[in-house]
């Protein structure tokens, strides 16, 4: 009984025998990101050219803004999430590194550091003018002295031994070359001054430089009136203050301009004299506290300098530790736009676990002849509007939830179903539709996604496609290039769509649409396994009941033995107490008898059995004897930045 119970659940996890090579090789800890791996379904496959980066992604087809409703008194949210961008606004124009941290995939981009990034692309960021680096040139005095504060354990500095920075806002360093330059070129007037207060109010536009919200389209964030308003006062201004944000480029105080920062630094000048240069900036304040908001961008000796000779240090901290990126966009750091998506770290953590469901990819239209549309409602892929899982079908045209001028797709067939993948409905895939994504639906099908107030973000549109480790991944499947071949299998390329979320009491969960995609260098193709349901994403009852069959088959024992797992596996055909051999076939007598359903079983076991031993056949014959070629492809990270990590026992429960 225990022996055809075991029998039942084996049939229903190809997973645990495709993954037993790589947990053989390494039973903990991750695996090099440069080695080789096979994994069901994916096949290394890198584009020839160069990968795309967050300039070349697609732009948004509309200007557009978040904002956050004002929130109970004591209600913090982790970052500023309201943002606003211009139509044809790119992802590094809309993204915040905020939205990073709340990512696992994304968040080892905060934990870089600017001379990490300026190495990628094999400039050195040490001799780069402060005016040139956004994420510091909005930096305020007061957030620079309370970083370098740290540096010091805590203890306050004097202006004497103050970082250079510093000692440039408040005249004791000077830039011979900017002697006598004015940063204030011309007065405002009084409604400008006005405009200026106005959005300095408005959180969307933080961190915006007015020379950006000066030209472009930003209909309905700002007035074209306003938008040549702010271009005459760039005019006014110079080209050091507008590339600051609208709330920076003169001091406000209690919602009214006063004066310019000339003058304040001028005010501070003058008690310098009086007092000497051995007092800390906060003695400062108490004379001239709108000193305390003077921005580094503000202070013409800066403009020119080298960052790493102004602000040491600060070159080789994360960007996770430089105050206040977190409401920054990513376009603050230069040349991190212009980084290929392939020399970024995005951490993909792939675990496989007992009961996974895979589906093998069947027939592709590729719309090679002619417009495709799915005939029928049975879609395997879809949308995630507020965080909920919903297939869509594929129509031409556009509706409330999707849009499409083509619908390439494949459709699916299911591996091996099992008594427990017919009690989830999870068996449920023959003949579904997996069906090329694309958030403009231009050769691929556009959805709904995103939740709450970030859902606006890229005007609520993602790419169609499927979430096998729930939508609590943040991370969907998205396939593109769908393509028919007449000398071999069709293929498609296998792309990343990630979201970013986040938390905050009384508003809850917030997310934006899957807008980010990332193309993979892996290819799926005809007759190959994806992963289309893990079992971590399933409701606990019915986790629960997996979990029980597990158990009582006894699989639980072997789960991190390899080699008891294939002995398992493959028990049927051997002898008592010896392992099977993996080409070997099972007696002509021991199949008598059997059933079609019973037949198939046995070869399916077989077939896994051989590719956890290495042998594999492109997942496309499951015959008596399955030829030793490629089953899964391989899947390998040849970015050094990326992580492909397989846990032994990891989830388990």
């Not at 305020?140 to 002295?145: G, P, S």
């Not at 480790?469 to 998205?478: A, D, L, N, Q």
């Not at 069709?490 to 917030?510: D, H, N, V």
Request: some cysteine.
């Amino acid at each position: 009984m225990r022996q055809k119970l075991l029998a039942l659940v084996l049939a229903g996890l190809p997973t645990l025998a495709q993954i037993a090579p790589v947990l053989a090789q390494q039973q903990t800890a991750a695996v090099s990101p440069d080695t080789p791996v096979n994994l069901p379904g994916l096949y290394y496959d890198p584009d020839p050219g160069p990968s795309p980066t967050f300039q070349q992604l697609t732009s948004a087809e509309e200007a557009g803004y978040v904002e956050v409703p004002p929130l109970p008194s004591g209600v913090q949210l982790p970052y500023q999430m309201d943002r606003a961008w211009p139509q044809g606004a790119t992802p590094d124009q809309m993204i915040k590194f905020g939205d990073l941290q709340q990512n696992p995939v994304t968040v080892s981009f905060t934990k870089l550091t600017l001379r990490e990034i300026s190495a990628q692309q094999g400039t050195n960021i040490a001799g780069v003018p402060i005016g040139d680096v956004p994420l510091v040139y909005g930096l305020t005095i007061d957030e620079v002295d309370n970083l370098y504060t740290k540096f010091n354990n805590g203890e306050e500095i004097t202006l004497d031994d103050a970082a250079p920075a510093i000692q440039a806002a408040v005249g004791i360093l000077q830039d011979p070359s900017q002697a006598g330059k004015q940063i204030q070129q011309a007065a405002l007037t009084t409604a400008e001054k006005v405009l200026i207060a106005k959005l300095s109010e408005i959180p969307a536009l933080k961190g915006i430089p007015l020379q950006d919200l000066a030209k472009g389209n930003w209909q309905g964030v700002i007035t074209n009136a306003e938008q040549i308003q702010l271009a005459d006062i760039g005019k006014k201004i110079g080209p050091t203050l507008k590339k600051l944000p609208v709330n920076q480029i003169v001091p406000i105080i209690e919602g009214v301009v006063q004066g310019d920062w000339e003058q304040v630094r001028k005010r501070a000048q003058a008690v310098l004299v009086q007092r000497g240069t051995e007092i800390t900036l906060k003695e400062l304040y108490k004379e001239v506290p709108e000193l305390k908001n003077l921005p580094l961008g503000a202070v013409p000796d800066l403009v020119n300098q080298p960052i790493e000779q102004a602000l040491p240090k600060i070159v080789d901290l994360a960007i996770e530790e430089i105050p206040g990126a977190e409401d920054e966009l990513i376009n603050s750091v230069p040349g991190l736009s212009e980084i290929p998506m392939n020399k970024l770290p995005f951490d993909l953590a792939f675990s496989f676990l007992a009961g996974d469901v895979f589906a093998r990819f069947d027939i592709a239209y590729s719309g090679v002849e002619g417009k495709e549309e799915p005939s029928i409602q049975h879609s395997l892929s879809g949308g995630s509007e507020d965080q909920k899982f919903r297939p869509i079908k594929c129509t031409l045209g556009q509706t409330k939830q999707q849009r499409a001028d083509n619908c390439p797709h494949f459709e699916m067939r299911k591996f091996v179903s099992s008594p427990l993948a017919q009690i989830t409905g999870e068996d449920d895939i023959d003949g579904k539709q997996w069906v090329q994504g694309d958030s403009g639906g231009k050769n691929g099908q556009g959805v709904k996604g995103g939740k709450g107030l970030l859902k606006w973000v890229n005007g609520g549109w993602e790419p169609a496609g499927i979430h096998p480790f729930g939508t609590g991944s943040h991370t969907k499947f998205v396939l593109k290039r769908i393509t028919e071949h007449p000398d071999k299998p069709s293929t498609a390329k296998l792309y990343l769509a990630i979201q970013f979320c986040a938390t905050a009491p009384i508003i809850g969960e917030q997310c934006t649409p899957h807008f980010l995609v990332i193309p993979t260098p892996f290819t799926v193709t005809e007759g190959g396994l994806f992963l289309v349901a893990s079992r971590r994403s399933l409701p606990a009852e019915i986790a629960r009941l997996r979990d029980g069959a597990i158990n009582a088959s006894g699989l639980n024992q072997v789960y991190c033995d390899p080699n008891q797992l294939v002995a398992a596996v493959g028990q049927v055909d051997s002898a008592e107490g010896e392992a099977p051999s993996p080409t070997q076939s099972a007696k002509p007598d021991r199949l008598a008898g059997l059933s079609e359903s019973e037949l198939q079983q046995h070869r399916a076991r077989q077939y896994l059995a051989r590719i956890a031993l290495g042998e594999t056949d492109n997942g496309t014959n499951i015959g008596d004897r399955a030829t030793a070629e490629s089953v899964n492809g391989h899947m390998a990270f040849t970015s050094s930045s990326t992580v492909l990590e397989i846990p032994c026992c990891s989830g388990r429960g």
